[in-house]
Every structure is written in structure tokens, then in C-alpha cells.
């Protein structure tokens, strides 16, 4: 299972940080990631993180998000500056496989789904 937290109102320019813990199994074994799904549009990939921390980021959010994981506690981390409207979302956090003939980009490599955390970014 896997339940965010976080999420909220931030106004153009803000900041907020989210979170995500997983019980059931340890998240070592899995690559992690954000994605978003805006209103009327497609679930799309934030950030993923392999078990040794590397993330990559999607290029909208480049240079103003930062993805990290803390294995020991089972928990992974967003931490969003600079928010735009752009960023306006349900974000949810996923785990999935390590290694998948699905890009990291491709939400069907994720079995597993937080129920997500609205994010919304007053201009």
C-alpha cells in the first residue's frame, strides 16, 4: 500500500513537499516514481528514482522538483519550488519493476498506486 501525503493549495512561486510511505513490502526492490494527471489529460511521469536513489525528471519539471527515497523508512519524497499553474495535479506515487521492457515513463510498469494528492497552484 502505498498513501500520500502533502498535498494542497501553494500559490505561483511556492513550494510543497510530498510524501509517500509504503506498508506491505520494502520499496528496495522497486524502482519509484511521481506521476501527475491533470483534468481532462493523461497520467504523465514527474519522476522516477531507482533503488539507488538516481532520479531523472520529466523536462517540465527539471531543475525545480526533486525526487528522493529513504529505503529504511520506506518512504519517497517530492520536493516541488518554484510551482507553477502548470503543476496543477493529483499526484501519485508508484513502485514498480526494476528492470521492464516499459520505460520508466510508461505507467504500466507500475503495479503498485498511492490514491494520490491534489496539488493545486493558485497564480
Known amino acids: 500500500q502505498l498513501v500520500e501525503s502533502g498535498g494542497g493549495l501553494a500559490q505561483a512561486g511556492g513550494s510543497l513537499r510530498l510524501s509517500c510511505v509504503a506498508s506491505?513490502?520494502?520499496?528496495?526492490?522497486?524502482?519509484m516514481a511521481w506521476f501527475r494527471q491533470a483534468d481532462g489529460k493523461e497520467r504523465e511521469l514527474v519522476a522516477s528514482?531507482?533503488?539507488?536513489?538516481?532520479?531523472n525528471y520529466a523536462g517540465a519539471v527539471g531543475g525545480r522538483f526533486t525526487a528522493a527515497r529513504d529505503n529504511n523508512k520506506n518512504s519517497l519524497y517530492l520536493q516541488m519550488n518554484n510551482l507553477n499553474s502548470d503543476d496543477t495535479a493529483n499526484y501519485y506515487c508508484?513502485?514498480?519493476?526494476?528492470?521492464?521492457?516499459?520505460?520508466?515513463?510508461?505507467?504500466?510498469?507500475?503495479?503498485?498506486w498511492g490514491q494520490g494528492t491534489q496539488v493545486t497552484v493558485s497564480s
Open positions: 508508484a513502485a514498480g519493476a526494476v528492470t521492464s521492457i516499459l520505460p520508466t515513463s510508461s505507467p504500466r510498469r507500475y503495479g503498485y
Open positions: 506491505g513490502r520494502p520499496i528496495g526492490g522497486y524502482t
Open positions: 528514482i531507482t533503488g539507488g536513489g538516481t532520479a
